[in-house]
């Protein structure tokens, strides 16, 4: 299995942005996707994408405020996040599962390799 890796994570105030970045130690063009739990709650996908890279996709919460983005050359998922929420208070996680289209991205139950995750604190 593909050994994920997250950063990037921290804390900053409501409408501030941060870069996620998830490193795999093997290529790969699966799908991926970035995921969040906060206390309480049940997982959630946020972003996905394909192996490609040209098909992404968004929970409707973050759509126009994160873009997700992926480097083959540099083994890589990124999450970029821009203005910020309270809301979007959570431990991230990126994974992968073996589907190159990505349909369902956001399913996390169908994903199978996961990073330990990466805390993304925001205040207001």
């Known amino acids: 299995q593909a050994q994920l890796m997250e950063s990037g994570g921290g804390s900053v105030q409501a409408g501030g942005s941060l870069r996620l970045a998830c490193t795999y130690a093997v290529n790969t063009f699966y799908c991926m996707g970035w995921f969040r739990q906060a206390p309480g709650k049940e997982r959630e996908g946020v972003a996905a994408i394909s192996g490609t890279g040209t098909r992404t996709m968004y929970a409707d919460s973050v759509k126009g405020r994160f873009i997700i983005s992926r480097d083959s050359v540099k083994n890589t998922l990124y999450l970029q996040m821009n203005s910020l929420e309270v809301e979007d208070s959570a431990v991230y996680y990126c994974?992968?599962?073996?589907?190159?289209?990505?349909?369902?991205?956001?399913?996390?139950?169908?994903?199978?390799?996961w990073g330990q995750g990466t805390q993304v604190t925001v205040s207001s």
């Open positions: 994974a992968t599962r073996l589907s190159a289209d990505c349909q369902s991205g956001l399913d996390h139950t169908l994903y199978n390799t």
